[in-house]
């Protein structure tokens, strides 16, 4: 496994690569405080299962304006910064060293949001989303294969998984959808941004904090799913 820093096409993007190729790819896709090390590492880890990772930074370093247009994107269901994501999306099944086109989505807060609404556009085979919104019904019944992770102390976002479990009921989806009842928001990633999250709106509504736990049983979970659906 191998990872770097490239900027293409003035983007700024972390690449991580498995040790055989070729390989399905996955998109990473950032939180709102955007590419940083958490990123990385998580990047790594997705590499690490046997996956081609790519995470584009889609927030230009986290800029205010960007954040603000993001999720406004996010609100209506469509925007540039998402079909930029859905750009990167389908290049990365354009590469020589992605096996079949076969690419997938694992995205986190804003980035798990951004997956379900690109998980509904037909180019990725399958997407985790990690406490992301909850589109509305009739995207969610138009996704490809989802897992999906939520906080149960998340007073904020911590019900969105039951939303999608009932969208999800009788349709054709596969879906494997929990809420870790001890978790809050953001308890698989440990940016060095959370501390604004926590003094902000981190107690006692979102109660964002890493959670080791239930981030490995996340994990072990996208692991089976993806190792079926890609």
Known sequence: MSGRDLTVDGVAM???????????GVLVIHELFGLNDDIRRITDRVAGLGYVAVAPDLLDGGRISCVARAMAQIQIGEGSIIDTAEEHLRSLADREDVADGRVAIV????????????????TARAISTNYGIFPGDDIAKRLCPVIASYGGKDRLIGRDGNKLSRALEGTDVPYDIETYPNAGHSF???AEGHRISKALIGRPLMAVAFDEGASEDSWERIEAFFAEHL
């Not at 972390?14 to 399905?24: I, N, V, W």
């Not at 995205?107 to 037909?122: D, Q």
């Open 188 to 190: 698989m990633n440990e």
């Open 107 to 122: 995205g986190f807060c804003m980035g798990g949001s951004f997956a379900l609404l690109l998980g509904a556009r037909g």
């Open 14 to 24: 972390y690449e991580s690569l498995p040790s055989d190729l070729p390989a399905p």
